[in-house]
């Protein structure tokens, strides 16, 4: 027994110095570093094609262990050609860097590795997810209501949708669809794909899911949707959902949540908010008007882990109706839940989720908000707005530059670039079909030199061929110059097609 705890005991501890090598490698590689010091240090991708990453690392699982050495090589190269999300001009997606504070408080959760089930098992991190919760709401603006934490805003954006339908009909929970009338729900046209995702999920079918016009600022419209549901009624069809967008995806629009409040109580109809990006204006004084009515709403969603910089992931849903997701979700599963334990069990959070174990999101968060109290969080949200502010006069401004909308809501910004061999032709029959070229074949040169990660997408809905998207998060800290070089850039880039 003695040679077998040692030999266990071995087994535990084989692990630390690899553990000791990554984390001095990570801090030494100053990839969360200064934006300066980043981008002097190091491209945003080292890019390779897929079979050539394939001959870079050794991906086999073999019966003999790897060395410590191989070890560390391989986190080194894992290193090396990753994207690096903190480099300033990794301005593609929704996400960008990561707050060092965050980043703490993340590494501390993976350290004590446990599950957000109940308070036996996570008392600590427990009560921060109620605190919170609490908090949010608060911002929000509700006198009480709930929450959790979610692996993700698809997942969330599910949870308003299931709470909507059994808040329509709780025989849901134990009788399914068999016995309800055919549902349908509404969104945008520029709305996330998550809530076609969720009526797939679901069992509605995404046929059930009716897209609504949107303005030329991609809000939706409200008289096109009382129109939409008045029509579904007449088809028969019973109207139990609208899912509003703060901050959509590509322009970053915000739809009209007062106007759209008063339609669903007409209808008698749960509307629920994505805000997984354009939320974070929740911690702006300046900016929270863009958020105007969402204390009218039943739920939203808040992705932390976009605008304001937590490590992934951290997503917040929250809800008006106290006590829904317990009587949505719970299933008293015995070994899990048991109400004679030696604690208040109101402290337990597993039965309000539809997962078992689930991933402690909290303290990054909770780190990150006590370590930069309100002002800190806000004083980022600002300054993304600032520098997107900027950088839409220069893309106005500068020749060549041309943007799809005359002002911008969020800090998505959105372009067509006109290089020199196509400007004068414009009335050319073929002018749009070329630009519609210019953006992959700019975004692949910068990628190849690791200079710039940058989005780009056509808008079907809009007849709107291939156009860049620019998204300004608050981490890492943007400033004039990076806003410049953007344009920089593009412009190098352009002089060669």
Not at 39 to 50: M, N
Not at 181 to 200: Q, R, T, W
Not at 396 to 421: A, H, K, M, Q
Not at 469 to 474: A, E, G, K, L, P
């Given at each position: 027994m003695?040679?077998?705890?040692?030999?266990v005991?071995?087994?535990?501890?084989e692990?630390?110095p690899?553990?000791?090598d990554?984390?001095?490698?990570i801090?030494d590689?100053?990839?969360?570093?200064?934006p300066?010091?980043v981008?002097a240090?190091?491209?945003?991708?080292?890019?390779?094609h897929?079979?050539?990453?394939?001959?870079?690392?050794?991906?086999?699982?073999?019966?003999?262990?790897?060395?410590h050495?191989?070890?560390?090589?391989?986190?080194q190269?894992?290193l090396?050609?990753?994207?690096k999300?903190c480099?300033?001009m990794?301005v593609s997606?929704?996400?960008?860097?990561v707050?060092g504070?965050g980043?703490?408080g993340?590494?501390l959760t993976?350290?004590?590795?446990?599950?957000?089930?109940t308070?036996?098992?996570a008392p600590?991190?427990?009560?921060?997810?109620?605190?919170?919760?609490d908090e949010?709401?608060r911002?929000?603006?509700?006198?009480e209501?709930?929450?959790i934490?979610c692996?993700?805003?698809?997942?969330a954006?599910m949870?308003?949708?299931?709470?909507g339908r059994y808040?329509?009909?709780p025989?849901?929970?134990?009788k399914g669809?068999?016995?309800?009338?055919?549902?349908?729900c509404?969104i945008?046209?520029?709305?996330h794909?998550?809530?076609?995702?969720?009526a797939?999920f679901?069992g509605?079918?995404t046929?059930?899911?009716?897209c609504?016009?949107?303005?030329?600022?991609?809000r939706?419209i409200p008289e096109?949707l009382?129109k939409?549901?008045i029509?579904a009624?007449?088809e028969?069809?019973v109207?139990?959902?609208?899912?509003a967008t703060?901050g959509t995806?590509?322009?970053g629009?915000y739809?009209?949540?007062?106007?759209l409040s008063?339609i669903?109580?007409?209808h008698?109809?749960?509307l629920h908010v994505?805000?997984?990006w354009?939320?974070?204006?929740?911690f702006?004084?300046?900016h929270?008007?863009?958020?105007?009515?969402?204390?009218?709403?039943?739920?939203?969603?808040?992705?932390?882990?976009?605008?304001s910089g937590v490590?992934?992931?951290?997503?917040?849903?929250?809800t008006?109706h106290?006590g829904?997701?317990?009587?949505?979700?719970?299933l008293?599963?015995?070994y899990?839940f048991?109400?004679?334990?030696?604690?208040?069990t109101?402290y337990d959070?597993?039965?309000?989720?539809?997962?078992?174990s689930?991933?402690v999101?909290c303290?990054?968060?909770?780190?990150?908000?006590?370590?930069?109290?309100?002002?800190?969080?806000?004083?980022?949200?600002d300054?993304?707005?600032a520098?997107?502010?900027?950088?839409?006069?220069k893309?106005?401004?500068?020749?060549?530059?041309?943007?799809?909308l005359?002002?911008?809501?969020?800090?998505?910004?959105?372009?067509?670039?006109?290089?020199?061999s196509?400007?004068?032709?414009e009335?050319?029959?073929?002018?749009w079909?070329?630009i519609?070229?210019?953006?992959?074949?700019?975004?692949?040169?910068?990628?190849k030199?690791g200079?710039?990660?940058?989005?780009y997408?056509p808008m079907?809905n809009?007849?709107?061929?291939n156009?860049?998207?620019?998204?300004v998060?608050?981490?890492?800290?943007?400033?004039?110059?990076?806003?410049?070089?953007?344009?920089d850039l593009?412009?190098?880039?352009?002089e060669?097609?």
């Amino acid at each position: 027994m003695g040679n077998f705890s040692g030999h266990v005991e071995d087994q535990n501890m084989e692990g630390l110095p690899l553990l000791r090598d990554v984390t001095r490698m990570i801090l030494d590689s100053d990839i969360i570093e200064d934006p300066k010091i980043v981008t002097a240090k190091h491209k945003v991708a080292e890019f390779r094609h897929p079979k050539e990453l394939e001959k870079i690392f050794d991906l086999r699982i073999e019966d003999e262990p790897s060395t410590h050495e191989q070890m560390v090589k391989l986190c080194q190269d894992v290193l090396k050609y990753s994207v690096k999300t903190c480099h300033p001009m990794f301005v593609s997606r929704l996400y960008q860097g990561v707050d060092g504070y965050g980043l703490a408080g993340a590494w501390l959760t993976e350290a004590l590795n446990t599950n957000q089930t109940t308070y036996e098992v996570a008392p600590v991190f427990v009560l921060l997810e109620k605190a919170l919760l609490d908090e949010m709401i608060r911002m929000v603006g509700w006198e009480e209501g709930e929450g959790i934490f979610c692996p993700g805003g698809s997942m969330a954006n599910m949870y308003g949708m299931s709470l909507g339908r059994y808040y329509f009909n709780p025989s849901v929970k134990t009788k399914g669809l068999r016995e309800l009338p055919p549902l349908v729900c509404f969104i945008s046209d520029e709305a996330h794909y998550s809530v076609k995702k969720g009526a797939l999920f679901l069992g509605l079918g995404t046929e059930s899911v009716i897209c609504v016009p949107t303005d030329k600022q991609g809000r939706i419209i409200p008289e096109e949707l009382e129109k939409a549901v008045i029509k579904a009624k007449s088809e028969g069809k019973v109207p139990f959902f609208v899912g509003a967008t703060s901050g959509t995806t590509v322009l970053g629009a915000y739809d009209p949540l007062k106007p759209l409040s008063d339609i669903c109580k007409r209808h008698n109809m749960w509307l629920h908010v994505d805000g997984a990006w354009g939320g974070a204006t929740i911690f702006s004084r300046t900016h929270r008007k863009l958020l105007d009515g969402v204390d009218r709403v039943d739920s939203i969603t808040i992705d932390l882990h976009k605008m304001s910089g937590v490590p992934f992931q951290c997503t917040v849903f929250l809800t008006r109706h106290k006590g829904i997701l317990y009587k949505c979700n719970a299933l008293h599963a015995e070994y899990l839940f048991q109400p004679d334990t030696y604690y208040d069990t109101h402290y337990d959070l597993g039965d309000e989720s539809i997962q078992c174990s689930r991933k402690v999101d909290c303290l990054k968060l909770w780190i990150t908000w006590k370590a930069r109290g309100n002002l800190g969080l806000e004083k980022q949200v600002d300054t993304a707005f600032a520098m997107a502010k900027y950088l839409a006069e220069k893309v106005r401004t500068t020749e060549g530059f041309i943007p799809v909308l005359d002002e911008f809501e969020c800090t998505n910004i959105c372009f067509w670039y006109v290089p020199p061999s196509l400007r004068g032709k414009e009335k050319e029959p073929d002018f749009w079909e070329k630009i519609a070229k210019v953006a992959p074949a700019i975004k692949g040169l910068a990628v190849k030199d690791g200079t710039m990660m940058i989005s780009y997408q056509p808008m079907k809905n809009r007849n709107w061929v291939n156009f860049f998207r620019v998204i300004v998060h608050c981490i890492p800290t943007l400033t004039e110059e990076y806003m410049d070089n953007i344009i920089d850039l593009v412009q190098k880039y352009g002089e060669k097609l």
